[in-house]
């Protein structure tokens, strides 16, 4: 009942920058209930990891992964419910599937518990 897309993925040299872009739609009384919204990546046999959230909801608080915190940033437009990723200065680690998630008010963030999209890659060359 609620669907995320990502967009923005692909391939970049090392130094370089991408934008990824996440929509939520659906129910609307399912849609107007999600609190926060982020990113989670994942690599080649390796857990999700989670690296950036924003609160959809007051002065929309920000968290990063220490590894990328000074390099992403997120922004959102909580009317549409909408949120990008700006990532510059990428470096090789940082190649992974990217996903799209979002915490409903009545969970935790959790793999069972948010909303996810069908993930965009990103690969960074040297």
């Known amino acids: 009942q609620v669907q995320l897309v990502e967009s923005g993925g692909g391939s970049v040299q090392a130094g370089g920058s991408l934008l990824l872009s996440c929509a939520a739609s659906g129910a609307s009384g399912l849609i107007n209930k999600i609190c926060e919204m982020g990113w989670y990546r994942q690599t080649l046999g390796e857990d999700l990891e989670m690296v950036s959230s924003?609160?959809?909801?007051?002065?929309?608080?920000?968290k990063y992964a220490d590894s990328v915190k000074c390099r992403f940033a997120i922004s959102r437009d909580n009317a549409k419910f909408t949120i990008d990723l700006q990532m510059t200065k990428l470096e090789t680690d940082d190649t992974a599937v990217y996903y799209c998630a979002a915490r409903p008010c009545v969970r935790e963030w959790g793999r069972d518990s948010n909303y996810w999209g069908q993930g965009t890659k990103v690969t960074v060359s040297s």
């Open positions: 924003i609160l959809m909801r007051s002065r929309g608080t920000a």
